[in-house]
């Protein structure tokens, strides 16, 4: 197998070697490790060297049903049901400490399914994950209905709210940052006491069937998270058409986002969404011009542009704009590429050979339609495999080329210059997406009102990509809806149930 030829000189830890081996061809379904129905399996590959890593299960609607059904009898009548918010809470909390332990399979295991860079596995995903999950292990004891003064004339009422489950919940997630949006879906939703049967992407099934081997252990009942590997086409879509789930909750580009929303109908199931972007990067000159310029690369190369709220469209002040561009150019032409592996690695190749076409593609659209190339364009020469693509700056660019207007989740940035803040707010919000949003400024006020301007589920002023799990993450517009993160997510994966008392007419003694 190609993993353990690579093994001797890429320093892979045994227990991934083994996990490979062990887990090829199963996945999670009602606490046992099973087969697809079919018993078909499909590919994955580490997109640095194109070899296959594992062979998974093709999940397909049969698997689906299967998953659904246990994940409705964890929920209606297994222990989890029975369990208090705080061994709820508690067991969270041990799933983080497990990841922790493991951190290091996790981290190799991101960078070998997924490409990225094992320094940046072992520094942002990981801790993120087992954070993501200590903070949701927290809020599953504070999960409070509210008493409502009601006004009935003449007779006393007491009105309070339930905060409950949603019940059964699918969650189908991309490959980008694998084991954390697999975090993001299962921590508020298991704080809340729903079950789940989660999707990972086909690119990038193994860090999800990893933590699904820790479950057990952390004191999660069977049946509470079911891990599904399988196409979006097959097992994604009969998560989201699927008539005994109460809510569906997707991350991915907005095509299959609207797909996932019609299919929901049949049903009724809640949907919530987070989907692409297009995000403006603003930089005005009184800003620190070079945090602000490095600031813009990791932007858009942070995960090598396959980030959702990657800062694709650049802004730059007219009076900054020759001092800043040199600095990217600049910051672009260093980044060292190569194999998520490799120590020395600062970029990895995108996920797979659809995105490097995808791309690609775009690359050849912009070119083409007359954007001018100022750093990067193109595959680099030194590597020959691998999905490999140079951090790409574009300039000269025009509002209706496809590289400003549709999402690229590549290394790929459109340099634009502008002359003032009411001309850049509107260029910034003219894209059908809303998902994040920068200011560069030393002008408080400007900085504020630029906030209050733009319109998207996040700004970030002096920064970029920074995250929390207390902080709420989600889209305006057609990047979706609802909010992951923070106190909102639990909005997700509750609904409300108000309960009326009735305490007798108004007595005599003013009670
Ligand atoms: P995608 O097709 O939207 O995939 C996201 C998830 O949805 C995957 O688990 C996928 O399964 C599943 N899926 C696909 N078709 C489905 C369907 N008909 N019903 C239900 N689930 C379905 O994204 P992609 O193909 O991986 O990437 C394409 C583009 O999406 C990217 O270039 C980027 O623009 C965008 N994207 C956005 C995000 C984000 O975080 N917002 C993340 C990833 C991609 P399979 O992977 O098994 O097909
Ligand atoms: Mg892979």
Not at 242 to 245: E, N
Not at 308 to 312: L, N, Q
Not at 371 to 375: E, N, P, Q, T, Y
Not at 486 to 489: H, P, S
């Given at each position: 197998m190609a993993l353990a030829s690579a093994q001797s000189t890429s320093g892979i830890v045994p227990e991934v070697d083994q996990f490979i081996r062990s887990r090829t061809r199963r996945m999670l379904i009602d606490g046992k490790w099973v087969e697809s129905a079919s018993g078909k399996t499909f590919a994955t590959h580490n997109p640095a060297t194109e070899d296959i890593l594992a062979e998974v299960p093709a999940g397909e609607k049969e698997d689906v049903d299967r998953a659904v059904r246990a994940a409705r009898r964890a929920f209606e009548n297994g222990p989890w049901r029975r369990m208090t918010a705080s061994e709820r809470g508690r067991a969270l909390w041990k799933l983080a400490d497990l990841i922790e332990k493991h951190g290091e399979e996790f981290a190799q295991l991101e960078t070998l399914d997924n490409g990225k860079p094992l320094a940046v596995a072992r520094v942002a995903d990981v801790p993120l994950v087992v954070d993501h999950f200590r903070y949701y292990a927290g809020w599953a004891t504070k999960v409070e209905g509210e008493t409502i003064p009601v006004s009935i004339p003449g007779q006393r009422f007491l009105n309070y709210t339930l905060r409950e489950p949603v019940g059964v919940v699918g969650q189908i997630i991309p490959w980008n940052f694998p084991l954390l949006m697999a975090a993001w879906k299962l921590g508020a939703a298991l704080a809340c006491g729903n079950t789940v049967v989660l999707k990972p992407a086909e690119q990038t099934p193994l860090s999800a069937l990893r933590l699904g081997e820790l479950l057990e252990e952390a004191g999660i009942p069977a049946g509470v998270v079911n891990i599904v590997t399988g196409y979006g086409e097959t097992a994604g879509a009969a998560i989201a058409a699927?008539?005994?789930?109460d809510k569906v909750a997707f991350t991915g580009s907005t095509e299959v986002g609207k797909e996932v929303m019609r299919a929901a109908t049949g049903n009724l199931k809640r949907v919530s969404l987070e989907l692409g972007g297009k995000s403006p990067n603003i930089i005005f000159a009184d800003a620190d011009l070079d945090e602000a310029a490095v600031g813009a690369a990791s932007a858009i190369y942070f995960n090598h542009g396959q980030c959702?709220?990657?800062?694709?469209r650049l802004f730059i002040e007219q009076k900054a704009y020759d001092k800043v561009m040199p600095k990217l150019i600049d910051f672009s032409q260093k980044v060292k590429l190569g194999p998520g592996m490799d120590p020395a690695t600062e970029m990895g190749p995108l996920v797979s050979s659809e995105q490097y076409q995808r791309v690609t593609g775009y690359l050849a659209a912009g070119k083409q339609e007359g954007?001018?190339?100022?750093?990067g364009g193109g595959r680099p020469k030194d590597l020959s495999k691998g999905y490999f693509v140079q951090p790409t700056v574009f300039a000269d660019?025009?509002?209706?080329?496809k590289v400003i207007r549709e999402e690229i989740f590549g290394p790929v940035v459109c340099a634009i210059p502008f002359k003032d803040p009411s001309e850049v707010a509107a260029a910034g919000n003219d894209?059908?997406?809303?998902l994040a949003a920068a200011v560069w400024t030393r002008d408080i006020g400007k900085a504020h009102r630029m906030a209050e301007t733009l319109r998207a589920g996040t700004v970030w002023i002096n920064c970029y990509n920074v995250f929390d799990a207390a902080s709420p993450f989600g889209g305006y517009k057609q990047s979706g809806f609802g909010r992951e993160m923070?106190?909102?997510?639990l909005d997700l994966y509750t609904q409300l149930k108000s309960v009326w008392v009735n305490l007798g007419p108004h007595g005599d003694n003013g009670q």
């Open positions: 699927h008539p005994d789930l959702c709220c990657a800062g694709s954007a001018r190339v100022a750093a660019v025009r509002p209706d080329m894209t059908t997406y809303g923070g106190k909102a997510a």
